[in-house]
């Protein structure tokens, strides 16, 4: 099993939004590991504290409604999280991830990893792994555009050569 | 041949392809706006991927606005606002100050939308342009930052769920309540990636300002864009509240056997007012299975219901009467110009007469942040879009939605009450007029 990472699953509920992410007192700051201290703030105060690079956000349907704010998947970012796994997405929070290059995967039945579990996931072969209950969750492929934008590196680097290409 | 939606007739016009739902397509977007919040983001950007020989693709298209903290609240609020400020001199961009408004309402009322454009705007609340007949929805910084060097975003296009309304609404029942209970029945991801599309006779009969709030509210069941189809009455709007002059095209409207995800039919006369529990829009319910909650807060304003028509409906309704004792009213106009409307018109004498807080221009307490933030424990009811955990500020307080007929019965009696309940006379003899709809 090649995999892009095991770590722990932090596992949230449905209609997790953005505010709850981020909560809007602190979007003063576009500053990643700032944001990063401020991680589901309110909703998981031990969350900024506790979270260890590598882990994983795991979620029920419809995470990140609400706001177009990309301070919610920066602040993820920032706190060292290397991907997000939902049972779905809200559209401009999937949208935001995947230009800032972090790994989300739609991923039917997550919903029922325990908090704290241990988990991988791949996002080419788009799975993810539940080590304590020897589960496997296969994911939703990205729409072959989304996946060739993320194979050229994402939206920035796609507009800096459409710049250098129209000069 | 099959019928094209609205949506897909816009996204095929600005891509220069035969757009379908399901296709991705590289579009011309018309307008771009952002704010104090997402602003300086989409600023570092469109710096990262454009380099030395920066510019902005169409600079007269780029909108800021300074609305979410206005006036700034702290330090690093002001230090963003000066970010914004120098970012729109230097690169000639259009910029509004923290009197203007909200960024939604500053765009319509300066002309910056018109009937089948593009729009984008890092503020998911973009999907308000609808209520012109334009295809307006948010977007992250990243996105907004490549467009604004490019011109162009790349888009799926989205399928559509139709909403049809026949027949009147009801005195007390106004498009608030509608959207309420649309989203009550979709669910509040039940139109996520798709457009909401509305008709019917009772949407062709309600003014612009009302068909604005169906499209604003749109995200809230996870939508990418709301739209109502242009017509006459939108050219109207626009003339005299943009001084724009604009050929409605007949041809901006669903064509017969367009494709939907789902229908929905309503029968407008049958509706009464709507009220969301907290902590989520969807939560709707007739009013009267709330009454009597007791409100410590009435919030009226935000790029819902903050425009001249909704803040004079509560006027009326508290001309020479006074907030409930152990109620608060805060109202806030959406935009400078409102505010001015609502001085010159006795408006604002009215509220503040009746105990109302009248603040200036901006988002107010929908932010969160300031200027009207709710405590541990306060229950709150508000005109605003949302009502998620911790929106208006404690994680422990409680928000209510409603229209703003429900805002003013519920500041009048401290509790939440249906507004058919109080006099009619109150706020029908001085009925809102706009655009040739008395309602």
């Known amino acids: 099993m090649s995999v892009d990472g095991t770590g722990r699953a932090w596992v949230f509920g449905d209609d997790i939004d953005t505010d709850q992410i981020t909560p809007s007192r602190f979007l003063v700051s576009s500053d990643p590991d700032e944001l990063g201290e401020h991680a589901f703030n309110d909703l998981r105060p031990e969350f900024a504290d506790d979270v260890e690079p590598g882990d994983f956000v795991v979620a029920g349907e419809n995470f990140g409604s609400g706001s177009s704010r990309e301070h919610a998947p920066l602040s993820l970012v920032g706190a060292g999280v290397a991907g997000v796994v939902a049972q779905s997405f809200a559209r401009i929070f999937f949208r935001n991830a995947i230009n800032l290059g972090l790994p989300v995967l739609l991923c039917p039945g997550v919903g029922e990893i325990d908090d704290r579990a241990e988990i991988s996931i791949d996002v080419d072969e788009g799975f993810v792994y539940d080590h304590d209950e020897e589960i496997r969750y296969d994911a939703e492929p990205l729409p072959p555009f989304l996946q060739d934008l993320v194979d050229q590196g994402g939206l920035k680097p796609y507009t800096r050569r459409k710049l250098e290409s129209a000069d | ?439």
């Open chain 2, 1 to 439: 041949m099959t019928g094209k939606t609205i949506t897909e007739k816009i996204l095929s016009e600005k891509s220069g392809e035969d757009a379908t739902a399901g296709d991705y397509v590289e579009a011309t977007v018309d307008a771009m706006v952002t704010h104090d919040v997402t602003g300086p983001l989409t600023i570092d950007v469109f710096e990262d991927v454009t380099g030395e020989d920066a510019a902005l693709a169409a600079p007269e298209n780029v909108v800021f606005t300074l609305d979410h903290h206005a006036p700034a609240d702290g330090v690093q609020a002001a230090n963003n606002h000066n970010i914004v400020r120098e970012f729109a001199a230097e690169y000639g961009a259009n910029q509004y100050e923290i009197s203007d408004g909200i960024c939604h309402q500053v765009m319509i009322e300066e002309g910056f939308v018109e009937p089948g454009d593009l729009v984008i705007g890092a503020d998911s609340h973009s999907t308000t342009y609808g209520g012109l007949g334009a295809l307006g929805t948010g977007v992250g910084s990243t996105d907004l930052g490549t467009a604004f060097a490019t011109g162009e975003l790349w888009f799926r296009v989205p399928e559509t769920i139709r909403f049809e309304v026949e027949g009147d609404l009801p005195d007390g029942v106004y498009a608030k309540d509608l959207i309420l209970r649309f989203i009550g029945d979709v669910g509040f991801a039940g139109a996520t990636y798709k457009t909401a599309e509305y008709g019917g006779s009772a949407i062709r009969d309600l003014p612009i300002h009302q068909r604005l709030v169906l499209s604003n509210m749109a995200i809230e069941m996870g939508g990418k864009a709301g739209i109502v189809e242009p017509d006459d009455r939108t050219a109207t709007y626009l003339e005299e509240q943009a001084g724009l002059e604009v050929g409605v095209d007949p041809d901006l409207a669903a064509d017969d056997g367009a494709s939907y995800e789902a229908v929905y039919t309503y029968d407008g006369d049958a509706l009464a007012p709507q009220v969301s529990k907290p902590s989520n829009p969807e939560n709707a319910v007739d009013v009267g299975e709330t009454a009597g909650t007791g409100i410590d807060q009435v919030f009226v304003g935000t790029c819902t219901n903050g425009r001249y028509e909704d803040i004079r409906v509560v006027a009326d309704a508290l001309a020479g009467e006074q907030v409930a004792p152990n109620t608060r009213l805060i109202v806030v106009p959406a935009s400078r110009a409102v505010y001015q409307r609502c001085l010159e018109t006795g408006v604002l004498e009215a509220l503040v007469d009746a105990g109302a807080t009248f603040q200036s221009a901006g988002c107010g307490p929908c932010f969160g942040t300031h200027q009207g933030a709710l405590g541990d424990g306060d229950v709150a009811l508000a005109t605003a879009n949302r009502n998620f955990p911790g929106r208006e500020g404690s994680m422990e307080s409680r928000v209510y939605l409603g229209s703003p007929a429900t805002a003013a019965a519920t500041a009048l009696y401290g509790e939440i009450t249906d507004p058919r309940e109080i006099e009619t006379t109150r706020y029908d003899d001085h009925a809102v007029s706009d655009v040739g709809v008395v309602r």
